[in-house]
């Protein structure tokens, strides 16, 4: 199973872009990457998801390399609220023997 | 729209005994999936239902089972209950099955198993 390896922790200053990394060297083809986010003691939130395009929704980019064995969210404009830790996952297998693989994740700090 | 609810959301067990947790969706959502979290092995897919139907599951063993009702509405029931058990159980809902569509995640049940 393709498995997602990301930094422990970041900060970023308020209002400047938040650039978290994710590396997932085993992804196969038909996989693909998804965000979430979870905010201190709620469950988590959709974010962003993609499989080898660059996407963008009103909440983040997320930009895949063109090998995909990374990537990156990108929260253009990091307020207070954004503090929470960020979620890469990988959606493995086909329909009906699907699972969620979820990563460490990385605890985001956003600094006033 | 009201969210995904859980209930209860606090429980506290001894080994051996068996829970229930239950998970009301999003109205409309037919896809039920359920998450363990701990500090050790973080967030970990244990299974997702669809119309009644168990469509995906984990790496979990058979003492976690769960079942889903015409309403949509999902019970996951773990038996033998160990110290390991103790954990966040979440789950999370979405409008068509697999997991290829946002999910939407409850608050969880906190289950301490002592």
């Known amino acids: 199973d393709a498995k997602t390896t990301q930094p422990p922790s970041m900060d970023c200053a308020e209002g400047r872009a938040a650039n978290l990394p994710c590396n997932h060297s085993?992804?196969?083809?038909?996989?693909?990457v998804y965000w979430y986010r979870q905010i201190h003691s709620q469950g988590p939130q959709y974010i962003i998801h993609?499989?080898?395009n660059n996407e963008t929704n009103e909440m983040a980019s997320l930009i895949i390399t063109e090998d995909r064995k990374s990537s990156t969210l990108i929260l253009p404009h990091a307020t207070l609220r954004d503090t929470a830790v960020y979620y890469c996952?990988?959606?493995?297998?086909?329909?009906?023997?699907?699972?969620?693989?979820f990563g460490t994740g990385t605890r985001l700090t956003i600094i006033p | 729209k009201a969210g995904v609810t859980q209930t209860p959301r606090y429980l506290i067990k001894t080994r051996g005994q068996q829970v229930t947790l239950s998970c009301s969706p999003i109205?409309?959502?037919?896809?039920v999936s359920w998450y363990q979290q701990t500090p050790g092995q973080g967030l970990q897919f244990l299974f997702e239902?669809?119309?009644?139907?168990?469509?995906n599951k984990g790496n979990f063993p058979g003492r976690f089972s769960g079942r889903q009702f015409s309403n949509s509405r999902s019970e996951m029931n773990v038996s033998t209950l160990e110290l390991g058990d103790s954990a966040l159980y979440l789950c999370?809902?979405?409008?068509?099955?697999?997991?290829?569509?946002?999910?939407?995640f409850g608050p969880g049940t906190r289950l301490t198993v002592l």
């Open positions: 999370a809902s979405s409008s068509t099955g697999g997991l290829y569509n946002e999910q939407f």
């Open positions: 085993t992804i196969s083809g038909n996989e693909y």
């Open positions: 993609g499989l080898k």
């Open positions: 996952i990988v959606r493995v297998g086909v329909f009906g023997n699907e699972k969620l693989t």
């Open positions: 109205s409309g959502h037919r896809s």
């Open positions: 239902y669809f119309s009644e139907t168990q469509r």
